[in-house]
């Protein structure tokens, strides 16, 4: 049998062609047609052609069309997303809502609620539950966002920009068109002011409306009585300011010193001072005291008043009357007969007497300064007696020295000033002149004598200075004198003048006379009338200082004089000049006699009118 390969070839074959097949195990015949009529033919399409089928019942593959949002591309079918355009749309997104993303290549779908976590809210930005973003009331920190936390300005200027809201719309505009493009420092400046003058205020509400000047000075009339000072309590020392003090009342709480600073009060400064420390008030340098004496006692005010004039500034400290912490007990009157008694290089003794008015002493305070300046030292605040001896002066210096009594209702006021001058190292000066005495006043003079030094080395000569009464400038009408009297001319008429003699040696001058004030006769005027007013109670300590008496005379203006004698009919044998003290108030200090027994005191005219004595007489022990 011939093999495959030994057969003849064909070049065509026909469906009736018939082959070998073997069926069943046997070998039978089959014709080409029929071995492929249950077989699909060979396929050939262009490439890129997707095949499928639609139709029913026996057939080969048919040709796919790719719809819209599909693209096939070299066997690859990928969508296009051109479809998106025939979607529905949607009017509003809910939170349920979903979008289709890629998430590492692969898609995956998104609800709309999970978009918020990729946003946070910024400065003063808050997003709420429902995504509402909006104005946070409140920053990161808690601090509540208002205007009342914004950094605060302290100048403004015509460019600066203020906010507003303009037709719905937030904008900014720039201070000087906020205010209509004038500023005050542009404005024209202004004439006097007049009642019709008007000004802005607000009345009942936010609305400014304007007001006339007289009808706020009419307001101000009806409140004024009403107004109250502010009350300003002082615990320590404190200098006094302006802007802090003027205008209040000014309680002192505490003991302390109060120190003007003139250049930050200025001239129409005034307070009032309010002393409830339990302790004298310390007045520093550049306070002038009404009572000559720089402190305020306890349980007094006083009132404060910064002046400029042509004698320069200070600060005026007008004192009030007597302190009283019951109805039972008040301050003592003044210390009287202040002297020098002796000086030396270093230091200086004083002696004076005790007040004879007000209340017990229980107490002297000396205080003393170099002449020509305004601070005071305290010597000693605690002194028993009547004398003081205190050191740590200068050489050749001259100081000023007064005293003032205490009890428990204060300090009463100072006695009078005396000065005194300390010694050249190793020299002694005189001590203080004595008994000064005026006499024979006359339209133009009068005569004054006095007794040496009892202290100190022998005077060489005296000087005798004076000045008209209430002035503070003294005038030398003579120095050199030898002896004990002079008789000084050249003065007015009927004029008060107060006078002093000093007496000098090769060591300085010492302490002044106690100041004694006489007026100049008036001519052509006698005393017409007399009433006594205070007169001599005693007793008395022989020739130990003098006592103030004095009497109402008419007319005012007729010079008087007073004098002490053993007798209610034969007139004294030396007289005082009297001083007016005011209207047709006049008196004198007259030296207490120095002989024991029953005196009688006795006031007349300067030209002898109307001699009258007081009808109660006194006794010298």
């Known amino acids: 049998m011939p093999t495959i390969a030994q057969l003849p070839l064909l070049s065509a074959v026909d469906p009736e062609d018939e082959i070998p097949l073997s069926h069943g195990g046997t070998t039978q015949s089959i014709s080409v047609g029929t071995l492929l009529s249950g077989m699909q033919p060979a396929i050939l399409t262009p490439t890129g052609t997707l095949l499928g089928r639609e139709s029913l019942g026996p057939g080969g593959p048919e040709p796919i069309t790719v719809g819209i949002g599909l693209d096939l591309q070299s066997s690859i079918l990928a969508a296009t997303g051109t479809d998106h ?15 289709v993303l890629n998430s590492d290549g692969s898609p995956k779908l998104l609800g709309l609620s999970l978009l918020r ?12 539950s429902a995504g509402t973003i909006s104005m946070a009331s409140a920053s990161a920190d808690g601090t509540p966002i208002s205007i009342a936390n914004l950094p605060i300005t302290t100048t403004i200027s015509s460019g600066d920009l203020v906010g507003i809201n303009q037709g719905g719309s937030d904008d900014s505009i720039t201070y000087q068109n906020f205010l209509n493009g004038l500023t005050i420092d542009q404005a024209q400046a202004a004439a006097a002011v007049t009642d019709s003058d008007t000004i802005w205020v607000s009345q009942g509400g936010s609305t400014m409306v304007c007001q006339t000047f007289s009808a706020v000075l009419a307001w101000i009339t009806i409140n004024q009585p009403s107004y109250r000072f502010p009350v300003v309590e002082l615990t320590t020392n404190t200098t006094l300011d302006g802007t802090v003090h003027n205008g209040r009342i000014l309680v002192c709480s505490e003991p302390m010193t109060l120190t003007p600073v003139f250049a930050n009060m200025g001239s129409g400064f005034a307070c009032s001072v309010v002393n409830l420390s339990g302790a004298n008030l310390i007045f520093g340098a550049g306070i002038v005291s009404s009572s000559g004496v720089s402190i305020l006692p306890n349980g007094l005010s006083c009132t404060l008043q910064g002046v400029t004039y042509s004698g320069g500034s200070v600060i005026y400290a007008s004192i009030s009357g007597t302190a009283s912490q019951n109805s039972q007990i008040i301050t003592p009157s003044a210390v009287t007969n202040l002297v020098v008694t002796s000086a030396s290089s270093n230091g200086m003794s004083l002696a004076w007497i005790s007040p004879i008015s007000g209340g017990a002493v229980t107490t002297f305070t000396v205080q ?7 601070t005071w030292i ?24 007064i005293v003032f009594a205490t009890n428990s209702a204060g300090a009463g006021p100072s006695s009078s000033l005396v000065t005194g001058t300390t010694t050249t190292a190793g020299g002694v000066i005189p001590g203080q002149v004595t ?3 005026i006499s024979t006043p006359t339209g133009t003079g ?20 004076y000045r008209p009464t209430g002035t503070t400038s003294w005038v030398t009408f003579v120095s050199g004198v030898s002896g004990v009297s002079t008789t000084v001319t050249g003065l007015s008429s009927g004029t008060s003048y107060d006078f002093e003699v000093v007496a000098s040696n090769a060591s300085g001058s010492g302490t002044p006379t106690i100041v004694t004030s006489q007026s100049t006769a008036t001519i052509g005027t006698s005393v017409t009338e007399v009433q006594w007013n205070v007169g001599p109670s005693g007793p008395y300590t022989q020739g130990s200082g003098s006592i103030g008496i004095n009497a109402q005379i008419t007319p005012a203006t007729a010079s008087v004089q007073f004098g002490f004698s053993t007798s209610a009919v034969v007139l004294p044998t030396a007289w005082t000049p009297a001083t007016n003290v005011n209207t047709n108030l006049w008196g004198a200090y007259v030296n207490i006699p120095a002989t024991p027994g029953t005196w009688y005191a006795w006031v007349e005219g300067i030209d002898g009118s109307l001699s009258t004595v007081y009808p109660t007489p006194f006794t010298v022990v």
Do not use: H, K
């Open 85 to 99: 355009a025939n979607f529905a749309d949607q009017t509003a997104l809910e939170l349920t809502d979903q979008l």
């Open 117 to 128: 976590g990729l946003f946070s809210a910024g400065s003063n930005i808050a997003i709420d």
């Open 368 to 374: 003393y300064r170099v002449t020509g300046t305004t």
């Open 378 to 401: 305290i010597a000693s605040s605690s002194i028993i007696g009547m004398s003081c001896s205190f050191l740590g002066l200068q050489p050749s210096v001259s100081y000023d020295c």
């Open 435 to 437: 008994g000064l005495g």
């Open 446 to 465: 009068l005569t004054l004598a006095w007794s040496a030094p009892s202290v100190g080395s022998a005077p060489i000569s005296y000087a005798v200075n």
